[in-house]
Protein backbone atom coordinates (compact mmCIF):
# COMPACT_ATOMS: atom_id res chain seq x y z
CA UNK A 1 0.00 0.00 0.00
CA UNK A 2 2.70 2.46 1.02
CA UNK A 3 4.28 3.49 -2.76
CA UNK A 4 7.20 5.70 -2.15
CA UNK A 5 8.02 8.53 -4.53
CA UNK A 6 11.98 9.47 -4.05
CA UNK A 7 12.70 13.15 -5.36
CA UNK A 8 16.24 14.17 -5.88
CA UNK A 9 16.52 17.98 -4.15
CA UNK A 10 18.72 20.77 -5.26
CA UNK A 11 21.04 19.42 -2.15
CA UNK A 12 20.57 16.09 -3.52
CA UNK A 13 19.37 15.01 -0.03
CA UNK A 14 16.20 12.05 -0.91
CA UNK A 15 12.94 12.72 0.54
CA UNK A 16 10.94 10.01 0.38
CA UNK A 17 6.83 10.83 0.76
CA UNK A 18 4.15 7.39 0.97
CA UNK A 19 1.15 7.37 -0.59
CA UNK A 20 -1.87 9.72 0.37
CA UNK A 21 -4.22 8.98 2.87
CA UNK A 22 -7.58 7.21 1.89
CA UNK A 23 -9.61 7.47 5.03
CA UNK A 24 -13.25 6.75 4.79
CA UNK A 25 -15.74 5.98 7.91
CA UNK A 26 -14.72 2.73 9.58
CA UNK A 27 -16.98 0.16 7.37
CA UNK A 28 -19.54 -2.16 8.82
CA UNK A 29 -18.65 -5.83 7.54
CA UNK A 30 -22.21 -7.29 6.48
CA UNK A 31 -22.33 -10.90 7.85
CA UNK A 32 -19.38 -10.54 10.46
CA UNK A 33 -21.73 -9.44 13.83
CA UNK A 34 -18.64 -10.35 15.65
CA UNK A 35 -16.81 -7.75 14.77
CA UNK A 36 -16.54 -4.83 16.98
CA UNK A 37 -16.63 -1.65 15.14
CA UNK A 38 -14.24 0.92 16.39
CA UNK A 39 -15.36 4.65 17.48
CA UNK A 40 -12.62 6.21 18.68
CA UNK A 41 -11.96 9.89 16.84
CA UNK A 42 -8.90 11.04 16.36
CA UNK A 43 -8.04 14.31 17.13
CA UNK A 44 -6.73 15.66 13.97
CA UNK A 45 -10.37 14.85 12.60
CA UNK A 46 -11.84 17.70 14.75
CA UNK A 47 -12.92 20.74 12.73
CA UNK A 48 -10.25 22.55 11.41
CA UNK A 49 -8.25 19.48 11.58
CA UNK A 50 -7.55 19.64 7.65
CA UNK A 51 -9.13 16.10 7.36
CA UNK A 52 -12.54 15.59 6.57
CA UNK A 53 -14.72 16.68 9.42
CA UNK A 54 -16.75 13.88 11.47
CA UNK A 55 -13.65 10.43 9.93
CA UNK A 56 -13.62 8.18 12.33
CA UNK A 57 -9.53 6.66 12.91
CA UNK A 58 -7.84 5.05 15.63
CA UNK A 59 -4.13 6.18 17.10
CA UNK A 60 -1.50 5.36 14.49
CA UNK A 61 0.69 4.90 17.80
CA UNK A 62 0.96 0.95 18.77
CA UNK A 63 0.82 1.25 22.32
CA UNK A 64 -2.46 4.18 22.34
CA UNK A 65 -4.10 1.24 20.01
CA UNK A 66 -3.36 -1.59 22.07
CA UNK A 67 -4.46 0.02 25.39
CA UNK A 68 -8.00 0.50 23.63
CA UNK A 69 -8.25 -3.33 23.70
CA UNK A 70 -7.40 -4.42 26.66
CA UNK A 71 -9.93 -5.31 28.10
CA UNK A 72 -11.00 -6.95 25.35
CA UNK A 73 -10.70 -11.22 24.87
CA UNK A 74 -10.68 -12.27 20.71
CA UNK A 75 -12.30 -11.04 17.63
CA UNK A 76 -13.50 -13.31 14.68
CA UNK A 77 -13.79 -12.76 11.24
CA UNK A 78 -13.63 -15.44 8.15
CA UNK A 79 -12.91 -18.31 10.33
CA UNK A 80 -9.93 -16.11 12.24
CA UNK A 81 -9.53 -15.58 15.56
CA UNK A 82 -7.43 -12.44 16.67
CA UNK A 83 -6.26 -10.80 20.01
CA UNK A 84 -3.60 -8.44 20.84
CA UNK A 85 -1.16 -10.20 22.65
CA UNK A 86 2.52 -9.86 23.66
CA UNK A 87 3.27 -13.71 25.00
CA UNK A 88 3.59 -15.31 21.64
CA UNK A 89 5.87 -18.69 22.41
CA UNK A 90 8.49 -19.90 19.39
CA UNK A 91 6.55 -23.09 18.59
CA UNK A 92 3.23 -20.23 17.70
CA UNK A 93 5.91 -18.09 15.76
CA UNK A 94 6.98 -21.17 14.04
CA UNK A 95 3.91 -22.16 13.20
CA UNK A 96 2.71 -18.82 11.47
CA UNK A 97 6.28 -18.41 9.60
CA UNK A 98 5.71 -22.53 8.20
CA UNK A 99 1.99 -21.55 6.79
CA UNK A 100 1.67 -21.46 3.07
CA UNK A 101 1.95 -17.74 1.70
CA UNK A 102 -1.49 -17.39 0.19
CA UNK A 103 -3.10 -18.78 4.03
CA UNK A 104 -0.56 -16.26 5.79
CA UNK A 105 -1.83 -13.35 3.20
CA UNK A 106 -5.90 -14.85 4.17
CA UNK A 107 -5.14 -14.54 7.62
CA UNK A 108 -3.23 -11.46 7.70
CA UNK A 109 -5.88 -9.89 5.58
CA UNK A 110 -8.53 -10.47 7.94
CA UNK A 111 -6.76 -9.19 11.35
CA UNK A 112 -5.65 -6.46 9.43
CA UNK A 113 -9.80 -5.83 8.64
CA UNK A 114 -10.91 -6.40 12.37
CA UNK A 115 -8.41 -3.98 13.69
CA UNK A 116 -7.36 -1.21 10.91
CA UNK A 117 -9.84 0.41 8.49
CA UNK A 118 -8.72 -1.45 5.36
CA UNK A 119 -9.32 1.76 2.89
CA UNK A 120 -6.92 3.73 5.28
CA UNK A 121 -3.23 4.07 4.54
CA UNK A 122 -0.58 6.12 6.66
CA UNK A 123 1.27 9.24 5.01
CA UNK A 124 4.69 9.09 5.95
CA UNK A 125 7.71 11.38 5.19
CA UNK A 126 11.55 10.02 4.70
CA UNK A 127 14.51 12.74 4.79
CA UNK A 128 17.46 11.68 4.86
CA UNK A 129 19.77 13.90 7.35
CA UNK A 130 22.92 12.37 6.15
CA UNK A 131 23.33 11.58 2.60
CA UNK A 132 25.86 9.77 0.75
CA UNK A 133 29.75 8.58 1.97
CA UNK A 134 28.62 5.44 3.29
CA UNK A 135 31.92 3.22 4.09
CA UNK A 136 29.68 0.11 3.54
CA UNK A 137 29.71 -1.80 0.11
CA UNK A 138 25.75 -2.42 -0.24
CA UNK A 139 25.89 -3.60 -3.75
CA UNK A 140 22.62 -1.78 -4.44
CA UNK A 141 22.96 1.20 -2.61
CA UNK A 142 23.84 5.01 -4.46
CA UNK A 143 25.40 6.27 -1.17
CA UNK A 144 28.22 4.19 -0.55
CA UNK A 145 31.63 5.24 -1.38
CA UNK A 146 32.95 2.16 -3.00
CA UNK A 147 30.84 3.20 -6.20
CA UNK A 148 30.98 5.67 -8.64
CA UNK A 149 27.16 7.30 -8.62
CA UNK A 150 25.48 10.81 -8.92
CA UNK A 151 24.55 11.08 -5.30
CA UNK A 152 27.07 13.69 -3.69
CA UNK A 153 28.23 12.86 -0.06
CA UNK A 154 26.56 15.91 2.46
CA UNK A 155 27.20 16.82 6.24
CA UNK A 156 24.61 16.15 8.55
CA UNK A 157 21.68 18.35 8.75
CA UNK A 158 21.48 21.26 11.15
CA UNK A 159 18.87 20.72 13.14
CA UNK A 160 16.59 23.69 12.37
CA UNK A 161 16.77 22.47 8.53
CA UNK A 162 15.10 19.07 9.67
CA UNK A 163 12.23 20.86 12.07
CA UNK A 164 11.12 22.63 9.17
CA UNK A 165 11.31 19.82 6.79
CA UNK A 166 9.11 18.14 9.55
CA UNK A 167 6.55 21.13 9.76
CA UNK A 168 6.30 20.95 6.13
CA UNK A 169 5.49 17.33 5.92
CA UNK A 170 2.91 17.97 8.91
CA UNK A 171 1.37 20.51 6.86
CA UNK A 172 1.30 17.89 4.05
CA UNK A 173 -0.86 15.41 5.95
CA UNK A 174 1.94 13.42 7.10
CA UNK A 175 1.55 11.52 10.23
CA UNK A 176 5.04 10.15 10.66
CA UNK A 177 7.99 11.48 10.21
CA UNK A 178 11.16 9.30 9.48
CA UNK A 179 15.37 10.36 9.72
CA UNK A 180 17.75 8.42 8.32
CA UNK A 181 21.33 8.95 8.05
CA UNK A 182 23.78 7.20 5.31
CA UNK A 183 26.59 5.41 7.31
CA UNK A 184 27.13 2.13 9.06
CA UNK A 185 27.11 3.39 12.50
CA UNK A 186 26.40 5.53 15.42
CA UNK A 187 29.28 4.69 17.58
CA UNK A 188 30.96 7.35 18.82
CA UNK A 189 29.31 10.27 16.94
CA UNK A 190 28.47 12.24 19.82
CA UNK A 191 27.70 15.69 18.28
CA UNK A 192 25.49 14.14 16.01
CA UNK A 193 24.40 11.88 17.93
CA UNK A 194 22.97 14.98 20.41
CA UNK A 195 22.17 16.36 17.46
CA UNK A 196 19.88 14.00 16.39
CA UNK A 197 17.94 14.04 19.76
CA UNK A 198 16.91 17.55 19.35
CA UNK A 199 15.55 16.16 16.37
CA UNK A 200 13.22 13.37 17.83
CA UNK A 201 12.24 15.90 20.62
CA UNK A 202 11.80 18.07 17.95
CA UNK A 203 9.43 16.22 15.77
CA UNK A 204 7.47 14.35 18.41
CA UNK A 205 6.62 18.08 20.15
CA UNK A 206 4.75 18.59 16.39
CA UNK A 207 2.95 15.67 17.36
CA UNK A 208 4.02 13.50 14.91
CA UNK A 209 5.43 9.77 14.76
CA UNK A 210 9.04 9.80 14.85
CA UNK A 211 11.10 6.61 13.57
CA UNK A 212 15.02 6.72 12.75
CA UNK A 213 17.22 4.40 10.50
CA UNK A 214 20.89 5.29 12.14
CA UNK A 215 22.59 2.15 11.50
CA UNK A 216 24.10 -0.35 14.31
CA UNK A 217 23.12 1.00 18.43
CA UNK A 218 24.10 0.30 21.61
CA UNK A 219 21.42 -0.57 24.18
CA UNK A 220 22.20 3.24 25.78
CA UNK A 221 21.90 5.01 22.17
CA UNK A 222 18.63 2.83 22.11
CA UNK A 223 17.35 4.23 25.26
CA UNK A 224 17.97 7.55 24.93
CA UNK A 225 16.34 7.43 21.38
CA UNK A 226 13.36 6.16 23.18
CA UNK A 227 13.15 8.96 25.85
CA UNK A 228 13.73 11.80 23.24
CA UNK A 229 10.30 10.64 22.11
CA UNK A 230 11.18 8.05 19.07
CA UNK A 231 7.86 6.45 18.25
CA UNK A 232 10.16 3.37 16.13
CA UNK A 233 13.43 2.26 14.88
CA UNK A 234 14.22 0.82 11.30
CA UNK A 235 17.03 -1.57 10.84
CA UNK A 236 17.94 -3.32 7.79
CA UNK A 237 20.89 -6.16 8.52
CA UNK A 238 22.11 -6.97 4.82
CA UNK A 239 24.38 -10.02 4.66
CA UNK A 240 24.41 -13.26 2.19
CA UNK A 241 24.38 -16.69 3.31
CA UNK A 242 28.33 -16.46 4.00
CA UNK A 243 28.20 -14.45 6.49
Not at 32 to 60: K, T
Not at 134 to 160: A, I, L, N
Not at 195 to 208: A, F, S, T
Request: aromatic share 6%; proline share 3%; hydrophobic share 35%.
Amino acid sequence: MMQSVARKLGSKRLVTTASLRFSTATHHMTGNENVIVDRHVSARSQPGSGLQEGVHRLPNDVHERNALYAEEDERIMGGVTARVRNDWTKAEIAEIYQLPFVELMHRASMVHRMYWDPSEVQQCTLLSIKTGGCTEDCGYCSQSVRYKTFVKPTPTMKVQEVLQAAQRAKEAGSTRFCMGAAWRELGNKKNAFNHILEMVRGVNGMGLEVCCTLGMLNADQAKQLKEAGLTAYNHNLDTSPEH
